[in-house]
């Protein structure tokens, strides 16, 4: 039996677990996957755009060599969080089932079956790839995921895609020796584009080295070429692989599971009190990115930490 079972073991889990520490509840986080799954999942190279006292939890300070932290460094200062905390994980255990009593969640999982009075959601929306649902996406050459550019060095890529993923892919390949073109549905690269990487990548656009199709989707994929819709017609591009960086999705299903309510707006949000993540369902509770739905780009690490302390809070106010 537990005050507080979270789902999920990315930072803003992690946070709440540490919050749990601190006002003295029994709680317990399952991870399908490993620590901070979906960081380590983050391409190789990755630079955070926060900087990192922006991804420190549980006041434990956050030392990069560099303002803006990588991937690596991420990876061990989570780890090390965890340890100094003591946090009470269960790693690479997936949730099968819950049921809700109306008191208390009943959670079987893939190795084990546990008790609890709350429940927080914090499953962030890395593991879901948003599909382009074109013919050909499910062929080997298609890639949703990013890791290094060596398997790409002297190959013809496409990149789909104009935010951040897009934009940092596109550069680290070609100056890795692929070819790339881009397809792009906007007119321009994004302007959410980290600063540093937007000039760049647009320098080399201008300039030919990157070839990019704006106001252009991929209507087809094959073994050894893409057709692509581009200013109202169809041209066929030599490519041997395609890298859509498309973005994510959340786990609508978990939520709908519980009779979490999804909001009838153009980003399905999930249904919840701004001021203590309590979702329509009592004693559920939602934390992170999550919250935001589709709009996977409204709420981060550095803005949704404060999460944790509301839902924390709320959970001891009940118990008073």
């Known amino acids: 039996m537990y005050d507080v079972l979270i789902i999920g073991g990315g930072p803003i889990g992690l946070a709440c677990g540490?919050?749990?520490v601190k006002k003295g509840l029994s709680y317990i986080i399952i991870e399908k996957g490993s620590l901070v799954n979906s960081i380590y999942n983050y391409p190789m190279n990755m630079t955070f755009f926060s900087?990192?006292?922006k991804l420190e939890i549980g006041e434990v300070p956050f030392i990069s060599n560099n303002p803006k932290p990588t991937r690596a460094e991420a990876l061990e200062y989570y780890r090390r969080v965890t340890l100094h905390w003591k946090i009470n994980i269960r790693l690479y255990e997936n949730?099968?089932?819950?049921?809700?009593?109306?008191?208390?969640?009943?959670?079987?999982t893939s190795k084990s079956n546990f008790t609890s009075k709350n429940l927080i959601i914090s499953t962030g929306f890395y593991d879901i790839p948003n599909l382009m649902n074109v013919p050909g996406e499910d062929l080997p050459k298609v890639h949703h995921f990013y890791?290094?550019?060596?398997l790409y060095f002297g190959q013809k890529i496409i990149v789909v895609g104009a935010a951040n993923s897009a934009a940092d892919v596109a550069?680290?390949?070609?100056?890795?020796?692929?070819?790339?073109?881009?397809?792009?549905?906007?007119e321009h690269i994004r302007d959410s584009v980290k600063y540093w990487i937007k000039p760049d990548i647009e320098n080399r656009i201008n300039e030919g080295s990157i070839k990019a199709y704006f106001n252009s989707s991929i209507k087809e994929i094959k073994e050894n070429e893409v057709i692509i819709n581009t200013q109202g017609q169809q041209i066929t591009i030599e490519n041997d692989f395609v890298l859509a960086m498309t973005g994510y999705l959340p786990d609508f299903n978990l939520l709908q599971s519980l009779g979490?309510?999804?909001q009838d707006d153009e980003y399905k949000s999930p249904a919840c009190n701004p001021q203590t993540m309590e979702t329509n369902i009592s004693?559920?509770?939602l934390a992170g990115v999550i919250c935001?739905?589709?709009k996977t780009n409204k709420w981060f690490i550095e803005n949704s930490r404060d999460h944790a302390v509301a839902i924390v809070n709320e959970i001891v106010s009940k118990k008073v």
């Not at 550069?171 to 792009?184: Q, S």
């Open 147 to 150: 890791k290094e550019p060596h």
């Open 283 to 285: 004693g559920i509770y």
């Open 171 to 186: 550069m680290e390949t070609w100056r890795k020796g692929a070819f790339v073109t881009m397809v792009i549905r906007d």
């Open 51 to 53: 900087t990192s006292e």
């Open 292 to 294: 935001g739905g589709l």
């Open 95 to 108: 949730v099968v089932s819950i049921e809700n009593s109306g008191t208390l969640f009943y959670i079987k």
């Open 260 to 262: 979490i309510e999804i």
């Open 18 to 20: 540490i919050e749990c």
